[in-house]
């Protein structure tokens, strides 16, 4: 239960693109991932406590603290995304589904 890569290296202003594939076989309520690209400095912990209550909108809580994200995925599914690269700095990237954020995050590093 991880990212294939931890570390993203990308230019400020540039288009991203990102496609996540849940290469498992269960269904997204029981074992769904989805990719949460955080806004600089927000604290993570404290984001992902928010999202075990989000269930109705696939863990994602209301405000702004997301930059993308995709949508939750079940195994065998795929999803992708494309966004402007935000300014100079370290983001991070997590998996929001309950208790994932713990094994499945990375950092955006954004030259």
């Keep these: 239960m991880k990212f294939d890569q931890n570390m993203l290296l990308v230019q400020a202003g ?12 269960l269904d997204k309520s029981i074992m769904g991932h989805n990719f949460v690209l955080l ?4 604290d993570v912990s404290s984001f992902a406590q ?3 209550s989000a269930r109705k909108t696939e863990y994602i809580p ?8 995709t949508k939750l995925l079940g195994g065998g599914e795929s999803d992708t995304i494309s966004f402007i ?13 309950p ?5 499945m995050k990375g950092k955006l590093v954004v030259k």
């Design 50 to 52: 928010k999202a075990v």
């Design 39 to 42: 806004k600089e400095g927000v």
């Design 85 to 97: 690269a935000p300014k100079k700095g370290f983001y991070t990237f997590i998996c929001s589904f």
């Design 62 to 69: 209301e405000g702004d603290d997301v930059i993308a994200y």
């Design 14 to 25: 540039k288009e991203i693109t990102i496609t996540l594939n849940h290469n498992g076989k």
């Design 99 to 103: 208790g994932h954020w713990g094994l």
